[in-house]
């Protein structure tokens, strides 16, 4: 019986190097808009809007400490959002996948 193997091992070992990573990121893509969250935002006639349509996505945290806001402010904390679950990942990772 021949097994199938690659560069970092074959399945019989995958789990145990990413399964935990896989899940994780599995997990995150929960966290993604859908599409009825477009359709929203696209109809919120100020940012107050969008501030209150994000607030009920994974991105309420980013934006509910935010006085007053600006477009580039919600840029701004979209990206944070983005880098600090990377670094989250890569922290979790094995090598290669976290070099």
């Known amino acids: 019986m ?19 990573i896989e899940a994780l990121i599995r ?9 009825a969250d477009y359709h929203h935002i ?14 009920e996505t994974d991105y309420g945290d980013a934006v509910a400490d935010m006085a007053v806001l600006t477009p580039s402010d919600l840029q701004a904390a979209a990206i944070q959002k ?7 990942v890569r922290t979790q990772a094995v090598e290669p996948l976290s070099t």
């Open 2 to 20: 021949s097994s199938i193997k690659g560069i970092h091992g074959g399945l019989t070992d995958f789990n145990i190097h990413h399964g935990f």
């Open 27 to 35: 997990g995150m893509r929960c966290s993604f808009l859908k599409d």
């Open 42 to 55: 696209t109809q919120c006639e100020n940012l107050e809007d969008v501030k209150l349509n994000l607030s």
């Open 82 to 88: 983005l880098v600090t679950e990377f670094k989250y």
